[in-house]
């Protein structure tokens, strides 16, 4: 590939970025097309049931699409949806040649798309900045080839690893530029994952507050026992919460009742597997997944924060470390009562440092315990 091709795959890229926060829960997709080594047209997928990122690069170039070579960062569709497919949009517009970064995961496309380009006589490649591309949508390829969505933790701490005082004073620990960067972090993911623990001690909103008409991420709240208060602050905010407890004990009549009372303020409410004050975060994870949910935002208390950890479920740390001590008496980052020799530790790589404000986040990616002696 050229230096032109990588910069035209590098701008439909940049595109894709675009639509970070609204595509869900359809994949992020930037599209370029390009004729006589001008740029002719270019678009990106905006939300669910709008067109999508190639139809949109087709309409701005109009009648110079004819010949054009399209630059996608991923490969064009070929089955109906909400949308027609885009091999039919590049077919009609006349394009010569398309160039996609990755073939779709999607079980409905993978690899079919291009070759009903192929068959249209168009010819075309794929593996082009495939790293870049597969960095725009870990969810979208996560849930297509397991089912399940990319779990990210979101952590704030003191510099000597304190998340609040031995009191449970916690606010604030990091600055505003910090928080407003959880802001874009919830945007992206498709729900925001927490347990009833930090429900009851702090009452959270669990929304986004960007601005815009972005949609809400579901809220999901772990409460095994149906704990959660009918007047909590969520339930009375735009967006959905879904309230999840694991089975009740024989005996418990109490639960239903519960249940009732707090979908009567809103809120869906439903039983996974469990066993009864905890619930299976693999369950709840492919019950997300088989939901459409790409990307969960984890932000809890160290329990669940450790559980889902150890559990190996998490994809991506982020913590944000603000430049502060909160003493020896204050609370650390999990709950992970498990690792009692230095062979149990959990290996982490580091992916990305940089400053947000006056605070340090911290982009790791769980590897595996090092079972060394």
């Known amino acids: 590939m050229s230096s032109d091709e990588r910069r035209f795959m590098a701008r439909a890229i940049q595109l894709a970025w675009r639509g970070r926060y609204t595509t869900h829960p359809n994949p992020r997709v930037g599209c370029v097309l390009v004729r006589d080594g001008e740029i002719v047209g270019e678009g990106y997928h905006r939300r669910a049931g709008e067109p999508h990122a190639e139809r949109n690069a087709i309409a701005a170039a ?29 077919i009609e517009a006349g394009v010569r040649r398309v160039v996609a970064a990755m073939v779709d995961p999607n079980p409905l496309v993978a690899g079919q798309g291009l070759r009903a380009l192929e068959q249209a006589g168009i010819e075309t490649c794929s593996g082009l900045l495939e790293g870049e591309a597969r960095a725009l949508n870990p969810g979208f390829i996560r849930r297509m080839s397991s089912g399940l969505p990319y779990v990210r933790c979101k952590l ?37 994952l927490t347990g009833i623990g930090t429900v009851l001690a702090d009452d959270p909103s669990m929304n986004v507050r960007l601005g815009g008409d972005g949609p809400q991420p579901l809220r999901v709240v772990l409460d095994p026992r149906l704990h959660m208060p009918e007047q909590a602050r969520m339930l009375a905010l735009p967006g959905r919460t879904l309230v999840v407890h694991a089975p009740a004990p024989a005996g418990d009549e109490a639960l239903a009742g519960r249940a009732e009372r707090l979908r009567g303020a809103g809120a869906e409410v439903r039983e996974l597997p469990g066993d009864g004050s905890r619930i299976d975060l693999g369950a709840l994870l492919a019950h997300l997944g088989g939901r459409g949910v790409n990307e969960v ?15 190996g479920l998490v994809d991506e740390l982020v913590i944000y470390a603000a430049p502060h ?42 590897r595996r315990r090092t079972g060394e002696e």
């Open 62 to 90: 109009g009648e110079r699409a004819r010949g054009a070579c399209a630059y996608v960062t991923l490969e064009p569709c070929c089955h109906h949806g909400r949308t027609p497919p885009c091999t039919d949009g590049l």
């Open 156 to 192: 704030a701490m003191s510099l000597d690893g304190r998340t609040a005082m031995a009191s449970g004073e916690s606010k604030w620990i990091t600055g505003a530029e910090a928080r407003a960067d959880v802001q874009r972090l919830r945007a992206m993911g498709d729900a925001i």
């Open 297 to 311: 935002l984890i932000e809890a208390g160290a329990t669940l924060a450790g559980e889902a950890l150890w559990q």
């Open 325 to 366: 001590l909160m003493g020896s008496e204050g609370r650390g980052l999990f709950n992970m009562p498990q690792l009692q020799r230095m062979r149990d530790r959990v290996e982490l790589d580091i992916a990305d440092l940089r400053m947000v404000g006056r605070d340090l986040r911290i982009s790791v990616r769980p």
